[in-house]
Each structure stands twice: as C-alpha cells, then as structure tokens.
C-alpha cells in the first residue's frame, strides 16, 4: 500500500515526513506570544544524531527546527549541513535573525535549506505588541537581500497586526522576501491571546487573495481556518493540524510528542516507535475521525488546531466552540434567510 492510500484509509502517514526538532531552548528575547518556559539549555550533540539517523532511516523528508532561538546553538551550521547535506533532507530554519552576521548567511545559502525571520510588525510598534527583536529581523532581512540569499517571513495573525498586513507586505516588497508565511496565534498560558475574530479573517482573506499575485504567502497547515475564509485548499488532505498525520515533535532531551503546542511528553524506543504506538497520537487520530462540530459544514474534514482550543487542551473531542468559521457561516445564514 503507497503512502497516500495508508492516508486515506487511516488518517495519518505510515511513517512522518515532517520532524519539528527542538535544538536549543536558549533565546536572547522576550516576546510577549512566547508559549515556551525555558530551562536553558543546547540539545547534545548524541541525542541529535540518534534522532536524525531514526529520522532519516524511518523517511523523514524534512526537518523543522525549533527553539528557544536554534541560531544560538554552538554547532547551528554544523547541525543545518549535517540535515541538508548528509542526511539529503531538508533543513527548515525559523530564526529570529539575532546573530545574523554575512558568514552566517552564505552559510546558510545551500540547497535543501529555508531560512525564515519571524517578524509579526512592519514597525518596532506593531512588532513589539507580540514579539521582540524587530531590528534582528530587519537587519537579517536586510543582509539576505544584500547577499541575494532567498528567505521568508514568519507572520502570526493577531488581532493588534492584522490591519498591518498591508504595509508587511510592501515592506516584504523592498527586501526582496521571496515567501510570507501566515501562523496560527497559538496557545499561550492556557488562552489564545489576541485571536482574530470573524470579521479580521475576513479583511485577511481579501487581502491575501490580491496580494498573491505579488508575493508568495503560504498559509501554515495548523492555519485551517484561514484557509477557509480564503475558500482555498478544498480537500487538500495536508491542511490542517499535522501533528500525529504528517508530523511529530522531539524536545531537546529527546523525547516524543504530537507537536510543540501539545504537552504529552511519552518515551519512545525510537521515532517509529513513538509514531505507531503513542497514545497522544492514537486518541489525536482517533478524534480527527469524529466530526466534533456538529452543524459545521466543515466538520466531516475539519482538522482544527487542538492545542489552539482551550477546552480541547485535555480532550481532543471536544468541538471548537469559538471557531471564527462557524460564526461567519451562521451569520451568512441568517442574512440570506
Ligand atoms: S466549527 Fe469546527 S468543524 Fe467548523 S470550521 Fe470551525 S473548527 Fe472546523
Ligand atoms: S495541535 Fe495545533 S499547533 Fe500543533 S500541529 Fe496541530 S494545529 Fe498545529
């Protein structure tokens, strides 16, 4: 049976194509949306290999890495080419640009490498609502495009950015940013601060749709939501949360769990063994084949983000009661009643 049937029949790969690594939980910032209480420290360099050697063994196709800030790890651009050049996968880089220096950036400029600066603003006002560090994105911006060296943005919706997309958008113009990608606001102590409401989506929607000519804006999967006001990505099995379909989450010491966003820390033999027998992932895709909303008309296919539904943070049955989606429906409903 190839990869895709096993996905239609099960609801999930055979094996993950996607590894979010934690490589540091060290970060030089403070960003008001962090999710992470950090205990500082650098992952081993033997915990990596061994989960690398699973990964690569097992099929993993590309590796995420995550942090803390992972450019503050002593061996960063060793652990890049050790992904990209001797295990052939790719290497996704989301980094917050501190420490970026023209070294650093030729040395990230290989194939099977994406480097990403997060930045939520196009001014330190609208950045510094939700994150720190503007000017290490912008100088990171900045130096990319003095070198030619493509890279992305990192943008999460939040209500207190969204009517700055206009101007991150001409701001990714100017730099030469060759991809915006729009991030789920996740959890944060118990609640999702500043999410967007039905009528932000919206204003979001339209304007993605227009500046897709000119720029090329990737929605992340968690983002499913989005991607509906966008009316976008009808039945692309890969929208929607990955975590235990596609994807799966080590921590710096190693251990196993569904995604960063999702506390269910288990020990493992090894990464398929976590991937076939973890609980978290077995009650994760045994819930994904329930319709949790009733009355959505998402809700046969709706993968919605369980860490991003508080009331579903310890059971993932529950519906999303909040979804900005259903709201839009049912308002629609009523006024072409
Ligand atoms: S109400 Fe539920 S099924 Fe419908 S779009 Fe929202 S999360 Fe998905
Ligand atoms: S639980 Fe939420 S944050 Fe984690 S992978 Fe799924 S959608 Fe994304």
């Known amino acids: 049976m190839n990869d895709i049937h096993f996905f239609s029949r099960n609801g999930y790969l055979p094996v993950p ?14 960003c008001p949306q962090c999710y992470k ?8 360099m033997n915990t990596l290999t061994n989960i ?68 939520n603003g196009s001014c330190e006002e609208v950045n510094g609502l939700s994150r720190d560090g503007f000017q290490y994105s912008i100088n990171a911006l900045q130096l990319f495009n003095k070198l030619h060296i ?25 730099l030469q940013v060759k991809w915006i990608n729009i991030i789920r606001n996740k959890i944060v102590n118990d609640s999702i601060q500043a999410d967007l409401q039905t009528d932000e989506y919206e204003y979001l929607a339209k304007l993605i749709k227009e500046y897709r000519n000119e720029i090329e804006i990737r929605i992340e999967g968690c983002n499913s939501i989005l991607t509906y006001f ?64 009733e009355g959505c008309i998402k809700a046969k296919n709706c993968y919605f983000c369980k860490a991003g539904a508080k009331e579903t943070h310890d059971n993932f049955f529950a519906p999303y009661e909040e979804c900005a989606y259903k709201n839009f429906v049912q308002q629609k409903w009523v006024e072409n009643k």
Request: with cysteine.
């Open 37 to 44: 209480s950090l205990n500082p420290k650098h992952i081993q």
């Open 230 to 293: 966008i009316g976008d990505r009808a039945g692309d099995l890969f929208n929607g949360c990955q975590a235990g379909r596609i994807a799966m989450f080590a921590d710096i010491d190693g251990d196993f769990m569904p995604c960063s966003h999702l506390y269910y820390k288990e020990k493992a033999e090894s990464l398929l063994d976590y991937w076939n027998h973890s609980e978290a992932l077995k009650r994760l895709r045994e819930s994904n084949k329930v319709e949790k909303c």
């Open 52 to 119: 690398l050697n699973e990964a690569k063994n097992a099929g993993v196709k590309s590796i995420m890495l995550n942090g803390g800030e992972p450019a503050v790890h002593p061996d960063f651009i060793k652990i890049v080419k050790m992904i990209s050049q001797e295990y052939g996968m790719n290497a996704y880089c989301f980094l917050s640009g501190y420490n970026m220096t023209e070294k650093y950036a030729n040395e990230l400029n290989s194939d099977g490498v994406f480097v990403t600066f997060s930045l």
């Open 150 to 174: 493509p890279c992305g943005i990192n943008w999460v919706a939040r209500k207190d950015n969204v009517f700055d997309f206009p101007e991150l958008v001409q701001l990714a113009k100017r």
């Open 17 to 30: 194509k996607i590894l979010q690594l934690e490589i540091t939980t060290v970060c030089p910032l403070k």
